[in-house]
C-alpha cells in the first residue's frame, strides 16, 4: 500500500441545529440560480435546432449493442 | 483488490442528419470513423481471434455467428486509438471503447477522450459532406420511439467468485443507482406507464433480470462471459444496465461506486439481504419517481427506497474499509456517494449541478417555465435530445458547462491529452505507445493482443492477456531502446 493512502474516518452527521440555515442557503441559492437559468434560456433558444418538431420526429435509430 | 480494479466503458453514439430521408446509418458511421486523418492513419485492424460473446458465464455456451468481417471490412469498421481505445461501427451506430484504466477518474477521462474523438470525426466528415448531410452525434441511450443503444461497463474481477454471489450482491445496487447514475428522459418507452419525466433513460428497456442478451430481452445482469484476459484468473463482468452520461460528476460517482462494491461482493462483505421481490419492475418504479421517495418491496417483505437501499450499500462499504487501506480516491468516492444520498433524501434539486437527470430537468422546467410551454411543446423533446449533444458549441450540456453551472471532475487539458496518450497503468499503455512508435508495423490489435508485420513471411504476435502489465513501469525502457519493432521483439525475446 502507497504512503498517500490513509485510515478511513467516517464522517460525522451534520448537526441538526444547522438546518433552518441550509434552508435559507437552499433558498437563495435556488434565487441566484433562477437568474442565472434566465440569461441561458436565451443562448438555448438561439442554438436550439431549427423545426424542433420535425427534427425531433425524424430522429429514428435502429436499436444498438 | 480493496483499491485499484481494470475498468473500461463502451459508449453506443446516435447518430443522424437534418434531411434522413434515404439515411444509412451503417454508411455514414463508418464514413464517419474514417473521416479524420489522425485516427485514419493507423492502418491496424481488429483481431477477433479469440473473442467470444456467445460465451456464458453460467457455464455454457450459445449458438449463434460470432463477428469475423474480411480484412478490408474490418478496416472500414475498427479503428485502433492512440490512446489505446477503439473507435468502430457496431450495427447502425458508432462506438467508441474506452482504454482499460485503473480508476474511476481516469475512466471519466478516457470516456471524454472518445467523445471528443467522435466530435473530430464529426467534423471532418462533415466537411466532405453536403450542408443538408450533415451528421449529428448524439450521446444518449434511446431515440424517444422504442429504440435504445448502450454504454455498458467492463469491471475485471476475480474468477473465482461464484456468478449467483455477482447477482445476489450486485442486483439491489444496479436496479437503484440510477438515482445518481440517470441521465434524465421526456416521457415512456417500451410500454411502461405514462411518465412527464423520469431519472434514466434505460430502465424502461430491461425486461429480465439475468441473461446474455444486450439487444432484446435487454438483462439488469448481463452474463457474457469473455474476459479478454486470462480466463482461468478473471471474469470480465459486463454491465449493461447504465446510462451514457454527459456529467463527469455522474460518471465518476456511478463507476467509483461500483467498482468499491464490487470489491465488497469478491470479498463476500454484501452480507445484508437485499434481493428484491420483482427487479424489473423496480427498476422501472425506481426510474418513473423523480422525488426519489417511491418504496420498491424486499423479498423478505419490507419495502425500502433507492435512496435506502443504496445506503444500505453505503454502510456496508464504511464497514468494509474499517481496518482496510483506501486510496483518496476511494475515500473521495465514499464521500460524494454519501453527500449525494443526503441531498437525494432532501430535495433532488439540489443536485442541478452534479447529476445528468436533475441537471436535465431543472433546464427543462425553467425553460417551460420562462416560454410558458409544456411538456408536450416539441422543443421540450428537442432539449430533451440536444442536452445530448456532443458539439460543444451546440449541445445544451456543454452550453451550460461553459457558463459554469456543471461540477467537473477532470480539466480540457488532460482530456486532450487523453485522446492522444495511453493511460499509463494498464496494457492500454503498450498498445497506444506501439502505435505511436511503430504505427505501419502495427498490423492489427485487440485488447488482449497486438500483432505485428516486421517483414517476414508470418504476422508475429505479442499476447497481452494479463492487463495490468504492459505499463509505462514496466515497458517504456525497452520501447526507448527499441528503434524498430525487430529490435523491440529482439529485445523482449532477448
Not at chain 1, 44 to 60: A, G, M, P, T
Not at chain 2, 146 to 167: C, D, Q, T, W
Not at chain 2, 231 to 238: C, I, P, S
Not at chain 2, 330 to 347: M, N, T
Request: glycine share 6%; proline share 4%; hydrophobic share 35%.
Amino acid at each position: 500500500m502507497s504512503e498517500q493512502e490513509r485510515k478511513v474516518k467516517r464522517p460525522k452527521e451534520s448537526p441538526k441545529g444547522d438546518e433552518a440555515q441550509a434552508t435559507a442557503a437552499v433558498t437563495e441559492k435556488g434565487k441566484e440560480l433562477k437568474e442565472r437559468m434566465d440569461e441561458v434560456i436565451d443562448e438555448i433558444d438561439e442554438v436550439l435546432e431549427e423545426n424542433s418538431e420535425e427534427f425531433v420526429r425524424n430522429y429514428v435509430q435502429r436499436g444498438g449493442e | 483488490m480493496a483499491v485499484e480494479r481494470v475498468i473500461g466503458i463502451e459508449t453506443e453514439f446516435g447518430i443522424t442528419t437534418r434531411n434522413p430521408h434515404g439515411f444509412d446509418p451503417v454508411g455514414n458511421s463508418i464514413l464517419l470513423i474514417n473521416s479524420h486523418e489522425a485516427v485514419q492513419a493507423i492502418k491496424a485492424i481488429w483481431d477477433y481471434a479469440g473473442e467470444n460473446p456467445l460465451l456464458d458465464a453460467r457455464g455454457f455456451e450459445v449458438s449463434g455467428e460470432r463477428e469475423r468481417p474480411s480484412q478490408k471490412d474490418n478496416r472500414a469498421i475498427n479503428k485502433v486509438l492512440l490512446n489505446g481505445g477503439r473507435l468502430y461501427v457496431d450495427g447502425a451506430h458508432p462506438e467508441y471503447s474506452s482504454p482499460e484504466v485503473m480508476n474511476a477518474r481516469d475512466l471519466v477521462l478516457y470516456e471524454k477522450a472518445g467523445e471528443r474523438v467522435l466530435e473530430m470525426s464529426r467534423q471532418a466528415a462533415n466537411r466532405l459532406l453536403p450542408p443538408d448531410a450533415h451528421l449529428y452525434i448524439y450521446k444518449n441511450n434511446t431515440d424517444g420511439k422504442g429504440n435504445s443503444y448502450g454504454s455498458h461497463e467492463n469491471y475485471l474481477m476475480a474468477r473465482g467468485v461464484p456468478f449467483e454471489k455477482i447477482v445476489e450482491g450486485l442486483t439491489a445496487f444496479l436496479v437503484t443507482r440510477q438515482i445518481f447514475a440517470g441521465a434524465g428522459k421526456v416521457g415512456a418507452e417500451n410500454q411502461t406507464d405514462p411518465v412527464e419525466y423520469q431519472i434514466s433513460q434505460r430502465s424502461d428497456f430491461f425486461e429480465a433480470w439475468i441473461g446474455l442478451d444486450t439487444m432484446a430481452k435487454r438483462p439488469i445482469i448481463n452474463t457474457r462471459d469473455e474476459p479478454h484476459a486470462d480466463e482461468e484468473k478473471y471474469r470480465r463482468l459486463h454491465v449493461i444496465v447504465g446510462d451514457s452520461n454527459m456529467s463527469e460528476f455522474a460518471t465518476y460517482l456511478k463507476v467509483g461506486a461500483m467498482a468499491i462494491v464490487l470489491s465488497m461482493v469478491e470479498d463476500g462483505w454484501v452480507r445484508k439481504d437485499l434481493a428484491l421481490e420483482d427487479p424489473v419492475r423496480a427498476i422501472k418504479e425506481i426510474s418513473h419517481d423523480v422525488t426519489c421517495r417511491r418504496k420498491v418491496r424486499l423479498k423478505r417483505g419490507v419495502e425500502l427506497s433507492g435512496v435506502e437501499i443504496q445506503r444500505e450499500y453505503l454502510e456496508m462499504a464504511w464497514a468494509y474499509y474499517q481496518g482496510r487501506e483506501a486510496s483518496p480516491q476511494v475515500l473521495d468516492i465514499l464521500e460524494k456517494w454519501a453527500w449525494v444520498l443526503d441531498k437525494l433524501e432532501e430535495d433532488p434539486w439540489q443536485l442541478h449541478r452534479h447529476l445528468d437527470w436533475v441537471i436535465k430537468m431543472e433546464l427543462i422546467r425553467s425553460y417551460m417555465e420562462r416560454r410558458k410551454v409544456g411538456f408536450e411543446d416539441q422543443r421540450i423533446s428537442m432539449l430533451d435530445l440536444q442536452f445530448h449533444d456532443i458539439r460543444r458549441e451546440k449541445g445544451l450540456f456543454y452550453l451550460l458547462e461553459r457558463q459554469g453551472l456543471v461540477e467537473r471532475i477532470v480539466t480540457d487539458t488532460e482530456i486532450e491529452e487523453a485522446v492522444e496518450f495511453p493511460p499509463p497503468d494498464t496494457r492500454a499503455y503498450f498498445r497506444g505507445m506501439c502505435l505511436r512508435k511503430y504505427r505501419d508495423q502495427v498490423y492489427g490489435a485487440s485488447w488482449s493482443s497486438l500483432l505485428f508485420d516486421t517483414g517476414d513471411a508470418a504476422v508475429k504476435k505479442i499476447p497481452m492477456a494479463e492487463p495490468t502489465r504492459g505499463t509505462r513501469k514496466l515497458v517504456q525502457e525497452v520501447l526507448d531502446r527499441s528503434g524498430s519493432v525487430r529490435e523491440l521483439f529482439d529485445n523482449l525475446t532477448g
